[in-house]
């Protein structure tokens, strides 16, 4: 089967970093998104990698090995607008998108 | 402003009441797709369409029917709601069916059958 692995919750303060990772077991890969969700809001993109290496936007920075199936969302100089969750997302070989439950991060003072 | 809009946001319906959620872009985007999102799971696509009169059973099309007559509208249908299909929908829409395209999300609408 398939699947896509992420902590429940995670929580940080105002101002440090923290790594959301994201493991995968998928039939093949084809790209991998985050997402971030505001509680009761839409998700919106952050970021998608198909290639293995990080790529920087911003306070953002994504990713992804393929070899070991995993994936990480760093957020740098957090701030309380970051308390949200955070989806991740992986395009299999049929190009369909299997979803993470997703990981709400909690930011503190 | 470039959007995707979703009505209604909430509603509480009975058992076996047909209803309809409709799903609206002003981006002239091809393709568009139709989620659930329960607590614990991750988003589920119920259906898809990648053009004008083309759509997609996704993960869980049961329950649910679509329709695509015009492109900038995919509005979601179910004939016979029943408790199970209490969830919060979002509607989502992208340039092109291409997968890698990011996907832009409607408000979602929160949906209670009782």
């Known amino acids: 089967g398939q699947n896509i692995d992420q902590p429940t919750e995670m929580t940080a303060t105002e101002g440090a970093i923290v790594q959301i990772n994201c493991t995968y077991q998928t039939s093949g890969f084809n790209g991998l998104f985050w997402y971030q969700q505001h509680a009761g809001e839409a998700p919106t993109f952050l970021s998608y990698?198909?290639l293995d290496g990080l790529e920087e936007k911003g306070r953002f920075s994504s990713f992804l090995s393929r070899s070991k199936g995993y994936s990480y969302l760093l957020l740098k100089e957090l701030q309380m607008k970051d308390s949200a969750s955070y989806l991740c997302?992986?395009?299999?070989?049929?190009?369909?998108?299997?979803w993470g439950a997703g990981t709400k991060l909690i930011i503190k003072p | 402003e470039a959007q995707v809009t979703q009505n209604p946001r909430y509603l509480i319906t009975v058992t076996g009441k047909k209803l309809t959620v409709t799903c609206s872009q002003n981006m002239n985007h091809e393709y568009m797709s139709w989620y659930r999102q329960d607590p614990g799971l991750g988003l589920r696509q119920i259906y898809y369409s990648m053009n004008v009169e083309v759509t997609d059973k996704g993960d869980v099309p049961e329950g649910y029917k679509v329709s695509r007559k015009e492109k900038r509208n995919f509005p979601l249908i179910l004939e016979s709601p029943s408790p199970n299909q209490t969830s919060l929908y979002f509607c989502a829409s992208s340039l092109s069916g291409e997968p890698y395209n990011e996907q832009f999300f409607g408000p979602g609408t929160r949906l209670t059958v009782l």
């Open positions: 990698n198909v």
């Open positions: 997302a992986v395009l299999d070989s049929n190009y369909q998108l299997i």
